[in-house]
């Protein structure tokens, strides 16, 4: 057993490698030299199962453009979907199937629409890494120790997705299904007075490098409730029923994946970082202030309707999973008062009525 977990570990990082120097020539380098002539390119083929880069819901929601490109090059593919979020995609006209994940065999056969091997990635080989790491790092300071190879990315990861079943595509328009929710948390939503602001500060477990300071989220809710009701969602609260004011509600940790979806998209605005709450705003045409730090770029989603906050440090964008070395000095730049500004922009530039869920 331990022997084909190390062999399976080898190929996929054998593999990786040989991906991530084909697509560091560009896409049609990738798609060309991946599947070349006379092979189909994946999308071409009748059936596909498909599964996506990761766990979470953006990385779930950044495979739609996918979906609808597939179908209008391969009208008649059957495409089948693993998820661990079904219910993102119910009613889905561009899925023929949507299969909830198991860790089976099936899941395993199915094609990742994956773009870690392009991304910076923590690897177990940590002897070689640590070597390779420690000399670049000291080269141009853009890898941290334990990483496969340099950040950034060098395209949106929807176009590095496409490339994975052979297209060279890029779309920034996700869709997600309309949420089912209680009656209860219908009525629950709808005694939030509108405009309504969704804050969610709390991002993944996967890295602690996304979330902005608790204090300065406390200071910017703090002055958004002098003109609109703000909601804290999320999986945990890190604001929480601690700070009291009539036009705060803290959500967080409370709700499903649906109530979440349905939350959001019944906002006038989401702020927060890249993480599950950016994605469904996306999706729902909310508008967005979202504080990326110097974890991650604007660039690798290049989102429409969003305001970003990105800090150039030398060592942004990191896509460091471990703990920051600076103290995470990039989000620590960018201030509650520059936050606030721009949640006023915003508000003012776009029409706010965002597409609602239907009741």
């Known amino acids: 057993m331990a022997t084909d977990w190390r062999l399976a570990y080898l190929r996929r990082l054998v593999r990786d490698r040989i991906y991530h120097a084909l697509g560091s020539l560009g896409s049609h380098a990738f798609v060309s030299l991946r599947w070349p002539w006379p092979l189909k390119k994946p999308y071409q083929r009748k059936r596909l199962l498909l599964r996506p880069p990761g766990a979470g819901i953006g990385d779930n929601l950044m495979c739609t453009p996918i979906f609808r490109e597939i179908k209008r090059r391969n009208p008649h593919c059957h495409i089948s979907f693993?998820?661990?979020?079904?219910?993102?995609?119910?009613?889905?006209?561009?899925?023929?199937?949507?299969?909830?994940?198991?860790?089976?065999?099936?899941d395993d056969r199915a094609l990742r629409l994956g773009y870690d091997h392009m991304a910076p990635r923590f690897t177990a080989d940590r002897l070689l890494a640590e070597g390779i790491a420690a000399y670049r790092r000291a080269a141009n300071g853009r890898l941290y120790f334990g990483y496969s190879h340099p950040t950034p990315p060098p395209r949106p990861l929807i176009r590095i997705m496409a490339e994975c079943v052979g297209m060279e595509f890029f779309d920034n328009q996700l869709d997600c299904a309309a949420p089912v929710v209680s009656e209860a948390f219908r009525n629950r939503v709808a005694a939030i007075p509108s405009p309504y602001i969704v804050i969610q500060p709390h991002a993944s477990d996967w890295t602690p490098n996304k979330e902005w300071p608790a204090d300065y989220c406390r200071e910017l809710i703090n002055a958004l409730v002098a003109d609109y009701d703000v909601v804290e969602a999320g999986t945990r609260?890190?604001?929480?029923?601690?700070?009291?004011?009539?036009?705060?509600?803290?959500?967080?940790?409370?709700?499903?994946?649906?109530?979440?979806?349905?939350?959001?998209?019944?906002?006038?605005?989401?702020?927060?970082?890249?993480?599950?709450?950016?994605?469904?705003?996306?999706?729902?045409?909310?508008?967005?202030?979202?504080?990326?730090?110097?974890?991650?770029?604007?660039?690798?989603?290049?989102?429409?309707?969003?305001?970003?906050?990105?800090?150039?440090?030398?060592?942004?964008?990191?896509?460091?999973?471990?703990?920051?070395?600076?103290?995470?000095?990039?989000?620590?730049?960018?201030?509650?008062?520059?936050?606030?500004?721009?949640?006023?922009?915003?508000?003012?530039?776009?029409?706010?009525?965002?597409?609602?869920?239907?009741?």
């Open 82 to 106: 693993v998820t661990r979020h079904p219910e993102l995609f119910r009613d889905n006209p561009l899925l023929d199937q949507v299969i909830r994940h198991s860790n089976s065999k099936q």
């Open 237 to 359: 609260a890190v604001i929480g029923p601690e700070f009291q004011h009539p036009r705060f509600h803290c959500l967080a940790g409370g709700t499903s994946v649906s109530e979440f979806v349905y939350l959001v998209s019944r906002a006038h605005l989401f702020v927060g970082p890249d993480s599950g709450g950016m994605h469904i705003a996306n999706a729902f045409q909310v508008p967005s202030v979202v504080v990326f730090g110097g974890y991650s770029s604007p660039e690798s989603f290049a989102y429409p309707r969003v305001c970003a906050f990105y800090t150039p440090v030398d060592c942004a964008p990191c896509w460091l999973a471990t703990p920051c070395p600076y103290d995470t000095k990039c989000l620590k730049m960018i201030t509650p008062q520059q936050v606030l500004e721009a949640v006023h922009q915003t508000l003012g530039r776009h029409n706010p009525q965002p597409q609602l869920a239907p009741l």
